[in-house]
T-cell receptor, first 115, second 120 residues
Framework: KQEVTQIPAALSVPEGENLVLNCSFT??????LQWFRQDPGKGLTSLLL?????REQTSGRLNASLDKSSGRSTLYIAASQPGDSATYLC??????????????FGQGTELSVKP | DTEVTQTPKHLVMGMTNKKSLKCEQH?????MYWYKQKAKKPPELMFVYSYEKLSINESVPSRFSPECPNSSLLNLHLHALQPEDSALYLC???????????????????FGPGTRLTVL
């Protein structure tokens, strides 16, 4: 059974700091890995999608890496800003052909960036 | 249009009421999903529709009844809910990709803003 773990559960940093969020998964047979951001009481915003054949993806100040063999992904946020404060969720996708992709989520990292 | 919309934003209902949640997307996605999220927890998959057919039901109680009238619309009908069903209900959609010679597979999921449901 696939299990996804995110460390740390909560993180507080001063503005401008570079930071790394960690995600690990127990079964390396994944289809892809997706990082999401969720603001309190809101829906999920997709940040980055890494296919199982890829090593990393970048979008602006965000960089996500994937090491499938070791079951790990990291989300790197450069020059953090107060607006980055949110919960960050990692989800691995188990592909069920013809039926949709089943996402299995980690518990999330709650990030607070202090001005 | 890269948006998934959900209505209503908030819903309060009694245990004897019947209500429906609505989800809509116009991105041409052919897979649509319902998730349930309790406070401080990650989303949990409830149902998946693929090409308007129910493909996955994660052993959800029958008081939740999904419906996919067309490729853009997904409903969740609610009846005789319990207070523990209070949660944020999220809808998502994704687009099929077609590996050469194979059945469709599904990629990035896009989520709506959710409906905050309170059952009294």
């Amino acid at each position: 059974k696939q299990e996804v773990t995110q460390i740390p559960a909560a993180l507080s940093v001063p503005e401008g700091e570079n930071l790394v969020l960690n995600c690990s998964f127990t079964d390396s047979a994944i289809y892809n890995l997706q990082w999401f951001r969720q603001d309190p009481g809101k829906g999920l915003t997709s940040l980055l999608l890494i296919q199982s054949s890829q090593r990393e993806q970048t979008s602006g100040r965000l960089n996500a890496s994937l090491d499938k063999s070791s079951g790990r992904s990291t989300l790197y946020i450069a020059a953090s800003q107060p607006g980055d404060s949110a919960t960050y969720l990692c989800a691995v996708s188990r592909l069920i052909y013809n039926q949709g992709g089943k996402l299995i989520f980690g518990q999330g990292t709650e990030l607070s960036v202090k001005p | 249009d890269t948006e998934v919309t959900q209505t209503p934003k908030h819903l309060v209902m009694g245990m004897t009421n019947k209500k429906s949640l609505k989800c809509e997307q116009h991105m041409g996605h052919r897979a649509m999903y319902w998730y349930k999220q309790k406070a401080k927890k990650p989303p949990e998959l409830m149902f998946v529709y693929s090409y308007e057919k129910l493909s996955i039901n994660e052993s959800v109680p029958s008081r939740f009844s999904p419906e996919c009238p067309n490729s853009s619309l997904l409903n969740l009908h609610l009846h005789a809910l319990q207070p523990e069903d209070s949660a944020l209900y999220l809808c998502a959609s994704s687009h099929p990709k077609y590996p050469s010679g194979g059945p469709p597979s599904y990629n990035e999921q896009f989520f709506g803003p959710g409906t905050r449901l309170t059952v009294l």
